[in-house]
C-alpha cells in the first residue's frame, strides 16, 4: 500500500497535534510542549529518522515548545562517540537547533540505580539467578502464563545486597539480573517481570569503566523523559506494546509521566531502512560507506545531492500515521526535482559522447554564446558558452533510421543546437570495422543564432552540445535503487536479503564532456545537466576531472503515479 500524498492537509490536524492541542487547551502540562529526539548512537541517521527528528522538532516550534536531543547510549557494547558526532551534524544539516539542551541517558544511571534500589525496598523489584536461557523458557506465550522464578521471593534485604554486588563487579556477565516484580501471569507479555539491569563488564563510550552493570532500554527510556520533563514522548508504533511497562514503571515511582503517542515508521520503496542491514552493507564491501550516494542515510542523501529543504518537504508530505505503510521513493525523488529545479543552475553536459563537425563553421572560430543559467530564477542571470566547429552530442540524439516518433538529428534533419544554431546532418562517418557512428557531419545556418529562424521555419527537436574544444572531462556517476524489490519487507525470511540488491544500482562514465564553466564547481554544488536530471559535485572531485553524482532524472515518476491515481479515482 503506498501512502497518499498529504500535501492539501495541513500539518495541525494531524493525531499527534491535535492531541497537543487539546492538552493544550486543558492546561495539562502547564501549556508547555517539550519534545526529544532520542537517538541511540549505535549507527547513522537515515531518512526514516529525519520523519521523527522533523517531527519532534517541528511540533515543539510550532508550539512555541522545545526539543531536547538525547542520546539514548544505554547498551554499551555499539555505542560511540563517532556516531555521536555524526547524529548530531546530521541534525545541523537538516536545519533543527537543540540550543544547549544536549542530552545522555547515561548521565542519568546514577539516578537509574537508585530508582531501581527503590522499587527493591517497595518488593518491587528482585535479583534472578536463572540464565538468560531460563529466563526466556518460563515467560509463556501469548496463551500460556509464565513460570515464576525460584527467586522471585528472595527478602528485600538479600535483593539489595546482591543488586549492590552486581554493581561492585562482584558477577560476571550473566550471573544475575535484576527483575520488575510484576505478573508472571499478565496477558501483557511485556509485564511479566521484565529484566531491569544486566551485568555487562563493557566499557561504556562515555562512562567508562565505571558500570558494570547496565539498565536495559526499556527501564531508561521512560525515565529518561520524566527526568526532562518531556510532555509528549513520540515514538513509533512498535513501542506502543511497551507502553504498560514505561506506565508501570513511573506510577511505581511516583515520578513525573510524559504522554506517549506512538506513530508510524517510514519504510520506503527499493531500500532497506534496519540499522542491522546497513551496517551490513558497509562493512561487507557492498557499498562505499555510510555516505555511499546509494544509501538512505542521511550522509548518503547529501552526498547524493538531497537537500535538507527537500528532505524536510517530503517529511511535511507524508506527515504521520498509526499505520504501517509504505512510501514510494518516488515521492523523495519528486521533493528534490522540485527544490532543485527553483535552485540549480542548468548546464550542458554529454553522457555519451557523438562528434559533431560542423563543415561550414569556419576552422578556428570561437563564439560566446549566452545561456540562460535558470529560467525558474531570472536573478540567477546568464553565462557565455563558446560554440567551435567541432562539437559533442548526446549519442541517443541521434538515430541513423529514425523510427515515427523521433524528431531529433538524423540524415538530411534539421535541428536546434540550445542557445545556438540550426544544424542539419549532412553525412555520417561510420567505423569501417564495426560500423558503428562515429561522427556526424553537419551544416549550420548562421542566420539562426541564438536558436531561431528569420524565415519561420520550425525544427521539432533542440538538443545539447558541448563544444569540443572547450569542455572539461568529468566522471558522471548515475545511480538507481538500491534493491530490486519494490517492499524489501517482503524478502522471506529464509532467504538472504542480499540477493535483492541491485547490481546496477551504480553506473560509473569517465571523459563526459562537460561545459567549460564547471571548473569552478566546488563539492555539493548542485546543477540541472540539460534534458538529463539533477547532478551534485561529488567530493572525490580534483580540478582536472570533476565528479558529478546524478541526484534524480528529470522523469517525475510520481507525478505519473499521481495521476494515474487521480485517473483511477484512487486519491
Ligand atoms: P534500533 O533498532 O537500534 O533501536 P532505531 O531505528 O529505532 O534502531 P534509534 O536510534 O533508536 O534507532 O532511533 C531514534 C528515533 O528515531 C526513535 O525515536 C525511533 O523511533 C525513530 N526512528 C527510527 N527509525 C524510524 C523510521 N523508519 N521512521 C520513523 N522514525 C524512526
Ligand atoms: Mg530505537
Given at each position: 500500500m503506498t501512502?497518499p500524498?498529504?500535501?492539501?492537509?495541513?500539518?495541525?490536524?494531524?493525531?499527534?497535534r491535535?492531541?497537543?492541542?487539546?492538552d493544550?487547551?486543558?492546561?495539562?502540562?502547564?501549556?508547555?510542549?517539550?519534545t526529544?529526539?532520542?537517538?541511540?548512537p549505535?549507527?547513522y541517521?537515515?531518512?526514516?529518522?529525519?520523519?521523527s527528528i522533523?517531527?519532534?522538532f517541528?511540533?515543539?516550534?510550532?508550539?512555541g515548545?522545545?526539543?531536547?536531543l538525547?542520546f539514548?547510549?544505554?547498551?554499551?557494547?555499539?555505542?560511540?562517540?563517532?556516531?555521536v558526532?555524526?547524529i548530531?551534524e546530521?541534525?545541523?544539516w537538516?536545519g533543527?537547533?537543540?540550543g544547549?539542551?544536549e542530552?545522555?541517558?547515561s548521565d542519568?544511571?546514577e539516578?537509574?540505580y537508585?530508582w531501581?534500589?527503590?522499587?527493591?525496598?517497595?518488593?518491587k523489584?528482585y535479583?534472578?539467578s536463572?540464565?538468560?536461557e531460563?529466563i526466556?523458557?518460563?515467560r509463556g506465550?501469548?496463551t500460556?502464563?509464565?513460570?515464576e522464578?525460584?527467586?522471585?521471593?528472595?527478602?528485600?534485604?538479600?535483593?539489595?545486597?546482591?543488586f549492590?554486588?552486581m554493581?561492585?563487579?562482584e558477577?560476571?556477565?550473566?550471573?544475575?539480573?535484576l527483575?520488575?516484580?510484576i505478573?508472571?501471569?499478565?496477558k501483557?507479555?511485556?509485564?511479566?517481570?521484565?529484566?531491569?539491569?544486566?551485568i555487562?563488564?563493557?566499557?561504556?563510550?562515555?562512562?567508562?569503566?565505571?558500570?558494570?552493570i547496565?539498565p536495559?532500554?526499556d527501564f531508561?527510556h521512560g525515565q529518561?523523559?520524566?527526568?526532562?520533563?518531556?510532555?509528549?514522548s513520540?515514538?513509533?508504533?512498535e513501542?506502543?506494546?511497551?507502553?504498560?511497562?514505561y506506565d508501570?514503571?513511573?506510577?511505581?515511582?511516583?515520578?513525573?509521566?510524559?504522554?506517549?503517542i506512538?506513530?508510524?515508521?517510514?519504510n520506503?520503496t527499493?531500500?532497506?531502512?534496519?540499522?542491522?542491514r546497513?551496517?551490513?552493507l558497509?562493512?561487507?564491501g557492498?557499498?562505499?560507506?555510510?555516505d555511499d550516494?546509494r544509501?538512505p542515510?542521511?550522509?548518503?542523501l547529501?552526498r547524493?545531492g538531497?537537500?535538507p529543504?527537500?528532505i524536510?518537504?517530503f517529511?511535511?508530505r507524508?506527515?504521520?500515521?498509526k499505520?504501517?505503510?509504505?512510501?514510494d521513493i518516488?515521492l523523495?525523488?519528486?521533493?528534490?526535482?522540485?527544490?532543485?529545479?527553483?535552485?540549480a543552475?542548468?548546464?550542458?553536459?554529454?553522457?555519451?559522447?557523438l562528434?559533431?563537425v560542423?563543415?561550414?563553421y569556419?576552422?578556428?572560430?570561437v563564439?560566446?554564446?549566452e545561456?540562460i543559467?535558470?529560467?525558474?530564477d531570472?536573478?540567477a542571470?546568464?553565462?557565455?558558452v563558446p560554440?567551435?566547429?567541432?562539437?559533442?552530442?548526446e549519442?541517443e540524439?541521434?538515430?541513423e533510421e529514425?523510427?515515427k516518433?523521433?524528431?531529433?538529428l538524423a540524415?538530411g534533419?534539421?535541428v536546434?543546437l540550445?542557445?545556438?544554431?540550426?544544424?542539419?546532418?549532412?553525412d555520417v562517418?561510420k567505423?569501417?570495422?564495426?560500423?558503428?557512428?562515429v561522427?556526424?557531419r553537419?551544416?549550420?545556418?548562421?542566420?539562426?543564432?541564438g536558436?531561431d529562424?528569420?524565415?519561420?521555419r520550425?525544427?521539432?527537436?533542440?538538443?545539447?552540445w558541448?563544444?569540443?574544444?572547450?569542455?572539461?572531462s568529468?566522471e558522471?556517476?548515475?545511480?538507481?535503487?538500491l534493491?530490486?524489490i519494490r517492499?524489501?519487507?517482503?524478502i522471506?525470511e529464509?532467504?538472504?536479503w542480499?540477493?535483492?540488491l541491485?547490481p546496477n544500482?551504480r553506473?560509473?562514465?569517465?571523459n563526459?564532456?562537460?561545459?567549460?564553466?564547471?571548473r569552478?564547481?566546488k563539492?555539493?554544488?548542485?546543477?540541472?545537466?540539460?534534458?538529463?536530471?539533477?547532478f551534485c559535485?561529488?567530493?572525490?572531485?580534483?580540478?582536472e576531472?570533476p565528479?558529478?553524482n546524478?541526484?534524480?532524472?528529470?522523469?517525475?515518476?510520481?507525478a505519473?503515479?499521481q495521476?494515474q491515481?487521480?485517473?483511477?479515482g484512487?486519491a
Open positions: 501512502e500524498d498529504m500535501r492539501d492537509k495541513p500539518a495541525s490536524t494531524d493525531f499527534i491535535q492531541r497537543i492541542l487539546e493544550l487547551k486543558s492546561g495539562r502540562f502547564g501549556g508547555r510542549v517539550h526529544r529526539f532520542p537517538p541511540e549505535n549507527g541517521l537515515h531518512i526514516g529518522h529525519a520523519k522533523c517531527l519532534n517541528g511540533v515543539a516550534e510550532e508550539f515548545g522545545l526539543c531536547n538525547r539514548d547510549d544505554t547498551d554499551p557494547t555499539k555505542e560511540s562517540r563517532e556516531f558526532e555524526a548530531k546530521d541534525i545541523r537538516l533543527f537547533d537543540w544547549d539542551r542530552y545522555y541517558a542519568y544511571f539516578q537509574l537508585e531501581a534500589v527503590q522499587l527493591i525496598k517497595a518488593g523489584a535479583v534472578d536463572q540464565s538468560l531460563e526466556r523458557q518460563n506465550t501469548i500460556e502464563p509464565g513460570k522464578s525460584p527467586y522471585r521471593n528472595r527478602s528485600v534485604e538479600e535483593n539489595l545486597d546482591l549492590e554486588r554493581r561492585k563487579g558477577f560476571p556477565d550473566g550471573a544475575h539480573v527483575r520488575a516484580k505478573d508472571m501471569a499478565s501483557h507479555l511485556i509485564l511479566r517481570d521484565p529484566i531491569m539491569y544486566r555487562r563488564h563493557v566499557r561504556h563510550y562515555r562512562q567508562g569503566d565505571k558500570w558494570c547496565y536495559m532500554y531508561a529518561s523523559d520524566s527526568i526532562e520533563r518531556i510532555t509528549h513520540l515514538c513509533t508504533l513501542f506502543e506494546n511497551n507502553r504498560p511497562l508501570w514503571y513511573l506510577d511505581q515511582l511516583g515520578i513525573y509521566h510524559p504522554q506517549q506512538e506513530f508510524a515508521r517510514l520506503l527499493y531500500t532497506v531502512m534496519s540499522k542491522r546497513l551496517a551490513a558497509v562493512e561487507e557492498l557499498v562505499d560507506g555510510w550516494p544509501m542515510t542521511l550522509r548518503g547529501r547524493r538531497y537537500t529543504e527537500a524536510r518537504n517529511c511535511a507524508i506527515g504521520v500515521t499505520y504501517d505503510a509504505l512510501t518516488a523523495l525523488e519528486h521533493c528534490l526535482r522540485e527544490d532543485l529545479n527553483k535552485r543552475p542548468r548546464v550542458m553536459a554529454v553522457l555519451h559522447p562528434r559533431v560542423i563543415e561550414n569556419p576552422e578556428g572560430q563564439e560566446e554564446l545561456a543559467n535558470n529560467p525558474e531570472p536573478s542571470g546568464t553565462r557565455k560554440f567551435s566547429r567541432v562539437l559533442y552530442i549519442r540524439d541521434f538515430m529514425p523510427p516518433k523521433f524528431y531529433r540524415p534533419r534539421e536546434r540550445r542557445y545556438a544554431y540550426f544544424i542539419r546532418c549532412t562517418v567505423d569501417a570495422r564495426t560500423g558503428e557512428v561522427e556526424l553537419c551544416t549550420y545556418d548562421p542566420a539562426t543564432r536558436g529562424a528569420p524565415d519561420g520550425k525544427v521539432k527537436a533542440t538538443i545539447h558541448v563544444s569540443a574544444a572547450h569542455a572539461l568529468a558522471v556517476r548515475l545511480y538507481d535503487h534493491f530490486t517492499d524489501t519487507g517482503d522471506p529464509d532467504e538472504d542480499r540477493n535483492y541491485n544500482s553506473q560509473i562514465l569517465k563526459c564532456p562537460v561545459e567549460p564553466s564547471l569552478a564547481a563539492p555539493g554544488a548542485h546543477y540541472q545537466f540539460e534534458r538529463i536530471g539533477y559535485v561529488d567530493p572525490d572531485s580534483t580540478a576531472t565528479v558529478f546524478r541526484a534524480v532524472t528529470l522523469r517525475d515518476t510520481w505519473k503515479i495521476k491515481m487521480q485517473a483511477s484512487g
